[in-house]
């Protein structure tokens, strides 16, 4: 005789698609400079888990910036540690003007909830906390779960930071951010170098180019460049089946004054986004772009000053990793049907638990893939109560074992 398939704990989804509204209500945009970005998100956080009867801590990473952190106990013995992880923090919504709704209305209509924040990640917040709750009023489980809400994600990553940092850190067995990824189990993440060229040359007359050392010159040789450093990297790193191939894209060629065009300049800025696989180094592809720019840059006399603004590795979990299984269990269970797997095409907080604190981590939640920063960013809400409901059941598989 077959085994009745296991039970999906019941999520309260009007709550969670009322939690969301309420928290895109909220304009928690992370503008540089910006006190308090998340501080009205955090405090409904709190009153919430609050109400739920929840023990949290908050951490003031910065004034005005904190994590909210529950732990969740299961009452059910002994049992790993999972942990839930998502932002409150936004980014601009640009100009009001472009939008066809109010980007802090939190709108429903045509079966959508719009508004910034809407996917990126304010549903993914709201469906992880329901998922817990749900979990936990079904009766005790093994182990115990973690709910980070953490602070901007969408700068410097300082609440990923100051959690993998911190003491709790080192319990989780398991993470699942939950970005949004379009109904994909992305297992691995794209890392992202952030590099400074600073070209330095001689100044001159523009009737007098022999006098000059230009670094205008040498910028578009660089560009150039770093063109064939891209063309090396993909065949030296190849191509990964989920996050594609190393891409070495010049974002800023700076030099010169529109007002003196008489002038050659005797400083210009390259700026480059690297993004790259799991897989790659880091140090040498660093090291590739600084040479192959130097000796662009030294054909024409010019010296360049490489600057690391940001370096993040890509990151990847292995397929068959128990908090994947348990996701595709999951997800099996409310869709009928395996997810496919995929990759992020940027990074997460998940790249920094990663790095800093080596936590295994999966990302998954509801909203495109492609809608986060956009104009008229919505959320399909019936999509809120299928993530929580995927939650759940993950959780429920991986925190007994199920998936092993
Ligand atoms: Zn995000």
Known sequence: MATAPPTVPAVDI??????????VRLRTVNAAGAAEVERPAALLVQRLFTAFGWTYDVVEVAPGRPNTVAVVEGGGGEGPTLMFEGHIDVVTEGDPADWSVDPYAALIRDGRLWGRGAADMKSGVAAMIYAVRALQLAGPFPGRIVVGVLCDEEGLMLGAKAFAASPLARSVDAVIVCEPEGYEVCT??????RLRL??????AHGAMPQEARSPIVAGARVVDALAAVQTWAEERYG??????????????LLGGDPDQLNVIPAHGVVGVDVRTVPGTDHTELIDRVGKSACEAAAAVGVDVGLTVVDDRPAVEIAEDHPVVSALVAGHRQVHGAAPPFGAVPGTTDGTILTRDAGLPTVVYGPGGKWIAHQKDEYVEVREIGEYARVYAAAARTFLTGGAR
């Open 14 to 23: 009007d709550a969670a698609v009322a939690f969301t509204q309420d928290l």
């Open 188 to 193: 691995s993440a794209r890392g992202g170098i």
């Open 198 to 203: 600073d070209l330095h040359g001689v100044m």
């Open 239 to 252: 191509t990964h089946p989920h996050a594609g191939r190393v891409t070495v894209t010049p974002t800023v």
